[in-house]
């Protein structure tokens, strides 16, 4: 995802949170798709909720116009949620590789929104690594709804 690796790393108590704070990937029983939550912290940060993520919370920050995306698909409230694919499905938007940095330092990639739920944003974003490991690769396109 659109993460801060030059952040500040430093050590994150998950129980210092609810359960429901917990950044996490469900499987909607409707759909069968999976489904993220993305909080917004009072510092104005946004982070994905990966559970069994190993790294460092800093490198679950949401960057580099991911951070924007949320704050306009989220339209003020948090936390959002949203199913992420490789594949289309009915009312998904989808963000577009436009450049792979997997093999460079940093990793990810930039992405386009070229539009949102009709209006057209053309908005970039660096998903960093973090994106690789939800997806087990860089996808070439990520369809998302929220929920």
Known sequence: MGCNITGDYYNY??????RNFAIFAIMNTQTGLQTYKFIKED????????????????????????????DYVGK??????????????EGSNVLKLIHDYSKEVGGG??????????????QEMWLCEVTEWVF????????????
């Not at 510092?43 to 949320?70: F, H, Q, S």
């Not at 003020?76 to 499905?89: D, K, R």
Request: hydrophobic share 40%; aromatic share 14%.
């Open 43 to 70: 510092t104005g940060k946004w982070y994905i909720d990966l559970p069994n993520w190993v790294g460092t919370k800093a490198e679950l920050e949401m960057v580099e116009g991911a951070d924007t995306m949320l």
């Open 136 to 147: 087990g690769k860089l996808p070439p396109f990520i369809y998302f709804k929220k929920i």
């Open 13 to 18: 108590s998950w129980s210092a949170y609810p």
């Open 109 to 122: 990639g930039i992405y386009l929104l070229t539009q949102y739920e009709g209006e057209i944003l053309n």
């Open 76 to 89: 003020g409230t948090t936390p959002v949620e949203l199913i992420l694919t490789e594949q289309t499905f």
